[in-house]
Every structure is written in C-alpha cells, then in structure tokens.
C-alpha cells in the first residue's frame, strides 16, 4: 500500500567506470543521494563496469542505503542498465539519475514528493556543468507543449531522465536508441497527464566528452529517424 504523505522513492543509477575516469562523477552523484533529507528511499545501483570500481566505491561510503547490483555480461546500451536497477526496487515512485549527474542541495526529493498529492509524476528544474569545471550553464525548468507530440519529434523541451520522479512500472523503452527521454516523457505525459514542476535547478546535469549522447552525435540524425518511426508506429501518430 502506498503512503501519500511518504511514499517510498527507488533512486535508480546506471552506472559504468572504467579504469576510474567516470568515478568521481559517480561518487558525487551518490554523496548527494545518501544526504538527501526525504527519509523512505532506497538507492539501486546496477553495475555495468568491467571492474570492482564501483562495489569499491560503495563499500567505502558505509551506508545500507545502497543496494548494488552487478551485471556478470555485457546488456547493451544503458536503457538495460537502468531497466535492471528498476525491476529491482521496491519503491513506489522511481527516481533515475544518471551516473554523472547529482542533487545539488538536500531537499530535492522532498520537494519533488511534496508534489505527488496533486499529480502523477513531477519533474524538477536543472542547470548544465561542464565536466571537471565549476562552470554551470543553460537552466531549464522543464515543460511539455500542448499535445505534447514535439517530443516525438526530439524537440526535448523536459531534459534528461535524472529530471523525473516517476510512478513505479515505467521502464525505458529499450527500442528507442536516441530518444529514450523524449519517447518516457510522452508516455508519461499520455498515460498521467501533465506533471507537477519544481521551479528550481536544483538537479546538475554534468556534460562533456563521457556522455554517451556526446559520443554519438555523428550517428545522431539517423538514431533520430529510426526513433521517430518506431514511435510514430507506437503510437499510431
């Protein structure tokens, strides 16, 4: 049974390190979990490293509010990554962050859930960091236009998945290669209408040359086609 005024929240992190590069990201990302002030939640970490990195890395914050999960084989693009950690909490609302992203004070989740009497799903206002600089740009507090259907065209007026607080059950589709935020903000939008916004940027979104959009910009026109037809198809647009 799910309790309206604190309802459990699963913090789901896909996480991949190699040879250390990603984890100083990865440990501020959990730092900024585990000192959060909103007391029912659970972290689910899912592994993708090819290393103990990352179990190193949990076992030295010394908190039982992470459970890690490791994957022995390779599970492609992090959509299954991220589909691994959800099917493994136990909240009711899930809350994905990316592994390069963080919470910048200790009240996001709070203010986040202070939203869910009046609406389904929420999202929360962000800022971009150039990686390894303290240089912050571009805030954005998200939006959904009218129908909703630019975001079937990859016009992401909403940003990436670490900005929701979503219902438990939605996973990312792991037929969408580009678009996958686009594609989970217009189910959601369909299926719960529109979500409540905190009018802050208190989530960090860390951008540079390890993000995986950023590595796949060259292929990026045709990922977006190949998106747009399968969900066009989806959803019988």
């Known amino acids: 049974m799910v309790n309206k005024m604190t309802p459990k929240v699963s913090i789901c992190i896909p996480t991949y390190d190699s040879d250390g590069i990603n984890l100083p990201l990865i440990n501020k990302n959990l730092k900024s979990c585990i000192t959060q002030n909103y007391n029912n939640y659970e972290i689910i970490v899912s592994d993708h490293s ?5 179990k190193k890395l949990i076992d030295g914050l010394n908190t039982d509010k992470i459970k890690y999960l490791k994957n022995p084989n390779n599970i492609g693009y992090p959509a299954h990554n991220t589909n691994n950690a959800i099917l493994n909490s136990t909240g009711e609302f ?8 963080y919470f910048n004070n200790e ?7 202070s ?6 799903w929420v999202l929360n206002g962000f800022t971009h960091q150039k990686s390894n600089t303290e240089i912050y740009y571009n805030p954005i507090i998200p939006k959904i236009n009218g129908d909703g259907k630019h975001l079937l065209e990859g016009v992401n007026t909403v940003g990436c998945p670490s900005v929701g607080l979503i219902p438990k059950g939605e996973l990312i589709d792991v037929d969408v290669i580009y678009m996958i935020d686009c594609e989970l ?7 719960y209408g529109n979500p409540g916004v905190v009018n802050n940027h ?3 979104i860390v951008m540079g040359d390890h ?3 950023t590595k796949l910009i060259n292929d990026s026109k045709s990922m977006i086609l190949k998106d747009k037809d399968y969900c066009y198809k989806k959803y019988k647009i």
């Open 94 to 101: 899930i809350k994905i962050m990316n592994q390069d992203d």
């Open 50 to 54: 090819p290393n103990d990195n990352v």
């Open 211 to 213: 993000n995986l959009s």
């Open 185 to 191: 903000w217009y189910r959601l939008f369909v299926k």
């Open 202 to 204: 208190d989530i960090i």
């Open 107 to 113: 009240s996001v989740l709070t203010n986040m859930v």
């Open 115 to 120: 939203l869910l009497g009046k609406h389904k």
